[in-house]
Nanobody, 119 residues
Framework: QVRLVESGGGSVQAGGSLRLSCEASGYTYWNYAMGWFRQALWKEREEVASIDSSSTAYADSVKGRFTISQSSTKSTLYLQMDNLKPEDTGRYYC??????????????WGQGTQVTVSS
């Protein structure tokens, strides 16, 4: 059974940093793509960052501020978030799928962790 458990969310002032973690279990980590999505109240769900065996990708809104990475065993996914802005507020979800293209609609999702950035 695939399980993704996020942690590291919280409340921070604008300009601050947070590091999200996602512990994965129940599937073969090394050949799966993983990513972080977020959803703010009254807004569409947004793919924030993704990673697979060859590359990383970021939404334009977070480029230069967020960094996605994995542990050496690929069982833990991280999202380092620096210079946070109020518009980064939302619930952040960890997602895993066989390919990056399947993350949004064909992947496994965690329960999410809330990030709140105050001005």
């Amino acid at each position: 059974q695939v399980r993704l458990v996020e942690s590291g969310g919280g409340s921070v002032q604008a300009g601050g940093s947070l590091r999200l973690s996602c512990e994965a279990s129940g599937y073969t980590y090394w050949n799966y793509a993983m990513g972080w999505f977020r959803q703010a109240l009254w807004k569409e769900r947004e793919e924030v960052a993704s990673i697979d065996s060859s590359s990383t990708a970021y939404a334009d809104s977070v480029k230069g501020r967020f960094t996605i990475s994995q542990s050496s065993t690929k069982s833990t996914l991280y999202l380092q978030m620096d210079n946070l802005k109020p518009e980064d507020t939302g619930r952040y979800y960890c997602v895993a799928a066989p390919t990056r293209a399947l993350l949004a609609h064909g992947g496994y999702w965690g329960q999410g962790t809330q990030v709140t950035v105050s001005s």
